[in-house]
């Protein structure tokens, strides 16, 4: 049997194919030590070891066969699968919401590279269709590709394009805009999306799945109903981030771009409101407001597009015993804003004193935000944060630190004024700052206590 239909397949695990005469994309029945197994061989990655065969078993999910464990393997079958959705185009409803969607890339808009073992950003915004029909009764959608890279990958460039897209799609009235995006960096381009889109008179719902769209648990289709929902029929004009609420397929949440947070690596339930409460929650039936106040839908086009964003800004996460030099590095190489990501109500170490007085005459622009997340900037309680606010550094209220980052950003892009940003930081767009959190606005559940517990066994799992 010819290599090429071992696709990845190296060393032991090649010669056990070859012993049963099983090929890549054929279906098989593999005896081993710990049971029977049946699905259909995989590619190997290209850098995997070569000691266990793959297989999808009829659950969808992927399992590596340690080729040691195997009695027997005979082949049932053989189709070479096909993992591209094609694009279909999408139905005219009439009476339904227009809403444009635009792609970035990410888990949303990926599928599994078999050769790589990599999730790679390759479905176009068609062929989401494709993947998800149902898309055709909730709006009439037109879709462009604006981008196809991972969310790591996004950056000013990307925020401006998709603030002048935002703007031009409003003109041309649109009903509501949904962005496919990456989940690493979506709440960065969330924020970023809020300063530079003011006064939208539609929805603009940013979206994306934790787990990609070959996998039985993918959260992609039900996120993007969600969005498609919110964006066609929210009365919330706003910048928004639409993922699952709990890590069930119950409901999702909408989340303001200014306050909304990654908080787990791999849980679908990841984005979660900080300080405050989600804006709404949503399903395939209804959209229930959860917040009172917020930007409403109008009928207008007038929306204020700002796309400004400089590079010259930095984060400066503190940790004890934090030398001077980090500091001064970040100034000696031109950054003109720097975000400082402190402890308790804002500290830093005394050590680091000379190198802000450094940077205050140097006239580079200093915010404090918190490690702790949850919570204000109180500069004012202890010596330290007194001391500091002496040197220049300003606390930012209740701003979660990657906001006050894009935040200055933005602001730097526009005027280098110390007053005028100090002015332009402190006053908030769309709560970046509050006044107060609420009573809900803090909730964490910790595993173990009785309380939580009884909770999760009986309330919600």
Same mark, same amino acid.
Not at 107 to 126: C, E, N
Not at 340 to 366: C, D, F, S, W
């Given at each position: 049997?010819?290599?090429?239909?071992?696709?990845?397949?190296?060393?032991?695990?090649?010669?056990?194919?070859?012993?049963?005469?099983?090929?890549?994309?054929?279906?098989?029945?593999?005896?081993?030590?710990?049971?029977?197994?049946?699905?259909?061989?995989?590619?190997?990655?290209?850098?995997?070891?070569?000691?266990?065969?793959?297989?999808?078993?009829?659950?969808?999910?992927?399992?590596?066969?340690?080729?040691?464990?195997?009695?027997?393997?005979?082949?049932?079958?053989?189709?070479?699968?096909?993992?591209?959705?094609?694009?279909?185009?999408?139905?005219?409803?009439?009476?339904?919401?227009?809403?444009?969607?635009?792609?970035?890339?990410?888990?949303?808009?990926?599928?599994?590279?078999?050769?790589?073992?990599?999730?790679?950003?390759?479905?176009?915004?068609?062929?989401?269709?494709?993947?998800?029909?149902?898309?055709?009764?909730?709006?009439?959608?037109?879709?462009?590709?604006?981008?196809?890279?991972?969310?790591?990958?996004?950056?000013?460039?990307?925020?401006?394009?998709?603030?002048?897209?935002?703007?031009?799609?409003?003109?041309?009235?649109?009903?509501?805009?949904?962005?496919?995006?990456?989940?690493?960096?979506?709440?960065?381009?969330?924020?970023?999306?809020?300063?530079?889109?003011?006064?939208?008179?539609?929805?603009?719902?940013?979206?994306?799945?934790?787990?990609?769209?070959?996998?039985?648990?993918?959260?992609?289709?039900?996120?993007?109903?969600?969005?498609?929902?919110?964006?066609?029929?929210?009365?919330?004009?706003?910048?928004?981030?639409?993922?699952?609420?709990?890590?069930?397929?119950?409901?999702?949440?909408?989340?303001?771009?200014?306050?909304?947070?990654?908080?787990?690596?791999?849980?679908?339930?990841?984005?979660?409101?900080?300080?405050?409460?989600?804006?709404?929650?949503?399903?395939?039936?209804?959209?229930?407001?959860?917040?009172?106040?917020?930007?409403?839908?109008?009928?207008?086009?007038?929306?204020?597009?700002?796309?400004?964003?400089?590079?010259?800004?930095?984060?400066?996460?503190?940790?004890?015993?934090? $030398?001077?030099? %980090?500091? =001064?590095?970040?100034?000696?190489?031109?950054?003109? #804003? +720097?975000?400082?990501? @402190?402890?308790? !109500?804002?500290?830093?170490?005394?050590?680091?004193?000379?190198?802000?007085?450094?940077?205050?005459?140097?006239?580079?622009?200093?915010?404090?935000?918190?490690?702790?997340?949850?919570?204000?900037? $109180?500069?004012? %309680?202890? =010596?330290?944060?007194?001391?500091?606010?002496?040197? #220049? +550094?300003?606390?930012? @209220?209740?701003? !979660?630190?990657?906001?006050?980052?894009?935040?200055?950003?933005?602001?730097?892009?526009?005027?280098?004024?110390?007053?005028?940003?100090?002015?332009?930081?402190?006053?908030?767009?769309?709560?970046?700052?509050?006044?107060?959190?609420?009573?809900?606005?803090?909730?964490?559940?910790? #595993?173990?206590?009785?309380?939580?517990?009884?909770?999760?066994?009986?309330?919600?799992?």
């Amino acid at each position: 049997m010819s290599n090429d239909i071992f696709q990845g397949y190296k060393g032991g695990a090649l010669d056990v194919l070859k012993k049963y005469k099983v090929r890549v994309w054929g279906t098989t029945k593999v005896d081993t030590t710990r049971g029977t197994f049946e699905g259909t061989v995989l590619p190997r990655a290209e850098n995997d070891d070569d000691q266990h065969i793959v297989v999808k078993i009829a659950t969808g999910y992927n399992i590596g066969i340690d080729i040691r464990t195997i009695h027997s393997m005979k082949e049932t079958g053989y189709k070479k699968a096909n993992y591209k959705i094609p694009e279909k185009e999408f139905p005219y409803t009439k009476g339904l919401p227009k809403v444009k969607l635009f792609g970035t890339g990410g888990t949303i808009a990926s599928r599994l590279d078999y050769r790589t073992g990599a999730v790679i950003p390759a479905f176009s915004p068609g062929e989401l269709y494709g993947a998800v029909p149902e898309l055709a009764d909730i709006c009439n959608l037109e879709t462009e590709k604006v981008f196809a890279v991972f969310s790591e990958n996004m950056g000013p460039r990307q925020y401006i394009a998709l603030a002048k897209a935002i703007g031009k799609e409003i003109e041309n009235g649109v009903d509501g805009i949904v962005i496919g995006h990456g989940t690493d960096t979506l709440h960065h381009t969330g924020a970023a999306l809020t300063f530079m889109c003011q006064n939208l008179p539609v929805p603009v719902v940013l979206v994306g799945s934790q787990r990609s769209s070959d996998r039985p648990s993918s959260d992609a289709a039900l996120n993007l109903m969600h969005a498609m929902k919110a964006a066609g029929e929210s009365d919330i004009a706003e910048v928004m981030v639409c993922m699952f609420g709990p890590t069930s397929d119950e409901y999702g949440l909408l989340h303001k771009g200014t306050r909304v947070r990654k908080m787990h690596s791999s849980y679908r339930s990841t984005f979660r409101t900080i300080g405050d409460t989600p804006l709404a929650r949503i399903s395939r039936k209804e959209i229930v407001p959860i917040k009172k106040n917020y930007n409403k839908r109008r009928q207008d086009k007038a929306v204020k597009i700002l796309p400004y964003f400089s590079d010259k800004v930095s984060m400066l996460y503190y940790y004890p015993h934090m $030398h001077p030099d %980090v500091l =001064d590095a970040m100034v000696e190489k031109g950054y003109e #804003g +720097i975000i400082i990501v @402190g402890t308790g !109500l804002g500290h830093v170490n005394k050590e680091l004193y000379p190198a802000i007085e450094r940077a205050q005459k140097k006239g580079v622009h200093m915010y404090m935000t918190l490690q702790t997340l949850w919570g204000y900037t $109180h500069m004012f %309680v202890y =010596d330290t944060g007194r001391d500091m606010m002496a040197r #220049g +550094i300003v606390p930012a @209220g209740n701003m !979660l630190p990657e906001v006050a980052w894009v935040k200055l950003s933005w602001i730097l892009g526009q005027t280098k004024d110390p007053a005028k940003v100090k002015e332009m930081m402190l006053d908030p767009v769309n709560d970046e700052i509050t006044l107060r959190e609420p009573y809900n606005g803090y909730l964490v559940y910790q #595993g173990g206590v009785p309380e939580v517990e009884e909770f999760v066994r009986n309330v919600h799992k």
